[in-house]
T-cell receptor
Framework: DAKTTQPPSMDCAEGRAANLPCNHS???????VYWYRQIHSQGPQYIIH???NNETNEMASLIITEDRKSSTLILPHATLRDTAVYYC???????????FGTGTSLTVIP | KAGVTQTPRYLIKTRGQQVTLSCSPI?????VSWYQQTPGQGLQFLFE???????NKGNFPGRFSGRQFSNSRSEMNVSTLELGDSALYLC?????????????FGPGTRLTVL
């Protein structure tokens, strides 16, 4: 069952940073936070994941609060191609069963 | 490196029939998970296979089943199709199991039940 809460939709101006929040207040100490996005019924695309430290890769940055109860995905310079549904997922300690919530539909506006 | 492949990409069946979908994971990946996506229910976990054994199962009826072969390829089967089984079926593969394994998704098979 989904253990995350995300706003249903957000807008972001092209070229600006997109900050997508996620609450995961029941996360356990050994569970990771994953972010995926899905563009118009394609398969979800991996973005980033982290345990407790902030993470950065070529796509995005992940900021996890010290108590690990929430996180923020940052797309530093949003483009029109970043328009998608973004899912925040708390991975189980064992197994690979992801429980997707409803995600955040991000629209990047020209 | 080739990604996750799923066949067929599109399928049309009628109620009562059965269907088999196939998933080839990324080379070297041993875990395969299946998901169903519908407009009403969103993305839902079906089952996970690792080393030819089902490790986890979601809340779906017994009409949904699957298997994994020794080369890690996986199939899922849906018997006695219902209209509500119309969905995008997604397969994901990962190297192993556990909390730090990225899952890579295929493009999905779109099943339409008439």
């Amino acid at each position: 069952d989904a253990k995350t809460t995300q706003p249903p939709s957000m807008d972001c101006a092209e070229g600006r940073a997109a900050n997508l929040p996620c609450n995961h207040s029941t996360i356990s100490g050994n569970e990771y936070v994953y972010w995926y996005r899905q563009i118009h019924s394609q398969g979800p695309q991996y973005i980033i994941h982290g345990l407790k430290n902030n993470e950065t890769n070529e796509m995005a940055s992940l900021i996890i609060t010290e108590d690990r109860k929430s996180s923020t995905l940052i797309l530093p310079h949003a483009t029109l191609r970043d328009t998608a549904v973004y899912y925040c997922i708390v991975s189980p300690y064992t197994g690979n069963q992801f429980y997707f919530g409803t995600g955040t539909s991000l629209t990047v506006i020209p | 490196k080739a990604g996750v492949t799923q066949t067929p990409r599109y399928l049309i069946k009628t109620r009562g029939q059965q269907v088999t979908l196939s998933c080839s994971p990324i080379s070297g990946h041993r875990s395969v998970s299946w998901y169903q996506q519908t407009p009403g229910q969103g993305l839902q976990f079906l089952f996970e296979y690792f080393s030819e054994t089902q490790r986890n199962k979601g809340n779906f009826p017994g009409r949904f089943s699957g298997r994994q072969f020794s080369n890690s390829r996986s199939e899922m089967n849906v018997s006695t199709l219902e209209l509500g089984d119309s969905a995008l079926y997604l397969c994901a593969s990962s190297l192993s199991r556990g909390p730090a394994n990225e899952q890579f998704f295929g493009p999905g098979t779109r099943l339409t039940v008439l």
